[in-house]
Antibody, heavy 116, light 107 residues
Framework: QVQLVESGGGLVKPGGSLRLSCAASGFTFSDSYMSWIRQSPGKGLECVSYITPSGSAINYADSVRGRFTLSRDNAKNSLYLQMNSLRAEDTAVYYC?????????WGQGTLVTVSS | EIVMTQSPATLSVSPGERATLSCRASQSVRSNLAWYQQKPGQAPRLLIYDASTRATGIPARFSGSGSGTEFTLTISSLQSEDFAVYSCQQYNNWPYTFGQGTKLEIK
């Protein structure tokens, strides 16, 4: 069965950095679009970024463009989100998901808290 | 960015009754609309995509309709496990955007 397991969340000070990872299994990762979606109490669900199967194209929400970098390693069935210059408004549960439009498969989420 | 507006914010319905939830897009999203159910502490669960197609394993009491800017999720006879938060999402234009959710509570 499809499994998506996020890691790397935690508490970070404003201006700091974190790298989220997602380990995927149960499907052909290298054939799949992958995305990160976040959820915060204030803003609800927000699509952060997605990447094409080969990694040749990536799209970002305006709120994170220039600060976050999405990448993948198809040999390791893994997805990564490098988050720099973190702000309080980046505080959220970050979900790794398979796909980029309507989402059938979600990870359990990892909490990122940006606070001094 | 397309803004998705859901109504009502909270809906109180008795078990066995019908629930009707609405979602409006600020511009046309054609039929590129999904509905999700979310329970506390869980990730969202896909119910409906392409406005009216039920996802795998979703009971027939869930149905979706609409196109363009107006959409509806109907739950024909509420079961106890259906009380949750429901969100719509458009995936016609990036950034794909979600509504703020409708909380369906027991009356």
């Amino acid at each position: 069965q499809v499994q998506l397991v996020e890691s790397g969340g935690g508490l970070v000070k404003p201006g700091g950095s974190l790298r989220l990872s997602c380990a995927a299994s149960g499907f052909t990762f290298s054939d799949s679009y992958m995305s990160w979606i976040r959820q915060s109490p204030g803003k609800g669900l927000e699509c952060v970024s997605y990447i094409t199967p080969s990694g040749s194209a990536i799209n970002y929400a305006d709120s994170v463009r220039g600060r976050f970098t999405l990448s993948r390693d198809n040999a390791k069935n893994s997805l990564y989100l490098q988050m720099n210059s973190l702000r309080a408004e980046d505080t959220a549960v970050y979900y790794c998901v398979r796909g980029h439009s309507h989402i059938h498969y979600w990870g359990q989420g990892t909490l990122v808290t940006v606070s001094s | 960015e397309i803004v998705m507006t859901q109504s009502p914010a909270t809906l109180s319905v008795s078990p066995g009754e019908r629930a009707t939830l609405s979602c409006r897009a600020s511009q046309s999203v054609r039929s590129n609309l999904a509905w999700y159910q979310q329970k506390p502490g869980q990730a969202p669960r896909l119910l409906i995509y392409d406005a009216s197609t039920r996802a795998t394993g979703i009971p027939a009491r869930f149905s979706g309709s609409g196109s363009g800017t107006e959409f509806t999720l109907t739950i024909s006879s509420l079961q106890s496990e259906d009380f949750a938060v429901y969100s719509c999402q458009q995936y016609n234009n990036w950034p794909y955007t979600f509504g703020q959710g409708t909380k369906l509570e027991i009356k």
